[in-house]
């Protein structure tokens, strides 16, 4: 049976038995999944299984070994350099680590997050003489994010809940269509962490965002995320709304076999 046209028209992506493999190691097993416009999700699951890979295909940033990606109605191979430029143009990207210039003001990291955008040189020009315009908006993300005073501030010297705000002001910056974060929370408190996740699914919500999350804490992910799409082994072990993921999927998701048991009860003494 066809998809209804109304849904096919809103799918974001389209992954079919999707496999990505780096010599002896497989990091995603036919992976099959479709994530449509404005949907706010979270991809859960023990280290290694395979979430960061997931967030980069999805991204455009990597190929998969076997399968068939399209992302906005476009299979991933037929991207060319051009139109593979403005796809990641169009998806801010979340790294775990921030990927913030140490030595930079703020305004200067935001302003990043639409470097390549424009030509090499309107880039250039507009990051290192940034007009009142370009500055303006720049304030306008940080204080949507809650810092709007730290704009002028070299981003080294900012806590490290301040510099995860800045790096998703660079990202709103962008002005994307999707939103990815790879593990936005992991170096934070719970507190900074609830107040993290609360801030990008409301701009998501706000801006009709696709918002697409890789979490380890579950009970954050089952509060902020109406899907939770749960991957071991590189496989999906379940994709459903938040509120029917059972105790039991998530005991099995993490559940430890053979040689984890052996390292865990090593770990643990």
Known sequence: ????????????????????????????DSVS???????????????GSGKSTLLRILAGAQRPSTGHVMIRGRMLRDYSPTTLRELRAATGFIHQDHRLVPGLRVSQNVLLGRLGQSS?????????????SELLEAHEVLERVGIEEK???????LSGGQQQRVAIARALYQ???????????????????????KLLTEVAAERGLTLVLSMHDLALAREFCPRLI??????????????????????QLYRLEGKERIEDRAIQG
Not at 33 to 47: H, K, M, R
Not at 151 to 157: I, T
Not at 230 to 250: A, E, I, M, N
Request: with cysteine.
């Open 1 to 28: 049976m066809s998809a209804d046209p109304k849904v096919q028209d809103r799918i974001v992506y389209d992954l079919q038995e999707v496999s990505q493999r780096y010599n002896s190691t497989t990091a995603l």
């Open 33 to 47: 999944l479709t994530i449509t416009s404005g949907e706010i999700l979270a991809i859960v699951g023990p280290s």
């Open 120 to 132: 090499l040189m309107a880039s250039w020009r507009s990051f290192l003489f940034p007009s009142r």
């Open 151 to 157: 704009l002028f501030e070299r981003s080294d010297r």
């Open 175 to 197: 002005a994307p269509c999707t939103l990815l974060a790879d593990e936005p929370i992991a170096s934070l408190d719970p507190i900074r962490s609830r107040d993290i996740l």
């Open 230 to 251: 749960g991957l071991r082994h590189g496989q999906v072990d379940f994709d459903k709304s938040s509120s029917d993921v059972t105790q039991t999927d998530l005991d």
